[in-house]
């Protein structure tokens, strides 16, 4: 009896290393699954060398959607980013071009594209810049194509209701910021442009389409051009105006560079031959306005060109030293004598 007892102790004891050996496998395998999970949903991954650009068109189905972001290395695992979708079933995904540059889990790729978090650039366009100023800007960003935007920038089409002389879009592309994506087209941002100088153009005008477009957009540059003292806009205005009333040349330098410019043959500073040039842009050799604007002026250089000052003055120069103004001369012997002092302050 005692020997059959012990068997039986044994075997229970036994039965018990086996059970306890059972649940201690099945405790691992769940601690293992629960790390692996935690691994995959927790831990930011970023399998590529350089920044990707994915795009997500409209009707793309979730299953082509992970499998994209896993084989671009987005994610780790297209499974996790599953698993995570159908943890939020209702959860719009936005289609655009999203950037992916640094390390996410894919509850964070999830969000990112949840909230429509599409890759755009911000375009910085100052006042006074040109067709060739903004071409460099772009040549800065990924998005738009500078040669792209050049070549919309010389169809003035976009403008023709407005300026039917135009010869091209400057002084028409308004300075402003811009959102582009990299599927946004020269044209496209040249449509952004004009419709932001369009906007601008009837608040300043309150509507009324009185004045002449074509004039006071190509004066508005010269004075954009010529000053970035608010308060002496509207004094240059009023020479430019008084010296066109007198048929006096406008003598402008900045016209002078944008010939330059025009032709590819501006060395950074003006030169003798530019100031004989012919160029039609050359307010030294030729009276009037020049052909069409040299830049694309701001709101208040328009204002100033719509409302110039009532003032005698048909010279000015620039002030010694770097004080950004300018002195104003009624008289040819009181300019002499300005420009004399500038020459000597320089």
Known sequence: MLAGSQMGERLNR??????MLL???????????????????????????????????????TKQLAAALEQRGIIRSRYAFLIWRALHPGAPLQ?????????????????????????????????????????????????????AFVKAARDPQLIHDLDPIAPDLEGYL??????????????????????????????????????DVHKTVTLASLVEKETATPAERPLIAGVFYNRLRQNMALQCDPTVVYAALR????RGTIFRSDL??????????HTGLPPGPIANPGSASLKAALQPADVPYLYFVAKPGATGQHHFSTTLSEHEIAVQQFRQGR
């Open 14 to 19: 036994s039965g018990c290393m086996r059970s």
């Open 263 to 266: 032709n590819n043959r501006y």
């Open 23 to 61: 649940i201690g496998i099945v405790a691992v395998v769940v601690i293992g699954i629960a790390a692996l999970a935690a691994y995959e949903f927790l831990t930011p991954y970023k399998g590529y060398s350089e920044d990707v650009f994915l795009e997500l068109e409209h009707g793309t189905g």
């Open 95 to 147: 289609a655009g071009e999203y950037h992916f540059d640094k390390p996410l889990t894919p509850g964070d790729v999830f969000e990112k594209i949840r909230r429509g978090e599409i890759y755009y650039e911000e375009l910085v366009v100052p006042e006074g810049s040109n067709i060739f100023d903004i071409a460099e800007l772009l040549k800065q960003l990924r998005s738009v194509q500078a040669d």
């Open 174 to 211: 308004f300075p402003s910021t811009y959102r582009v994506t990299r599927k946004t087209s020269g044209a496209q941002l040249c449509q952004l442009m004009t419709a932001e100088f369009r906007r601008n153009w009837a608040k300043l005008t309150g509507g009324q389409t009185g004045a």
């Open 276 to 285: 004989m040039s012919g160029d039609p842009y050359n307010t030294y050799i």
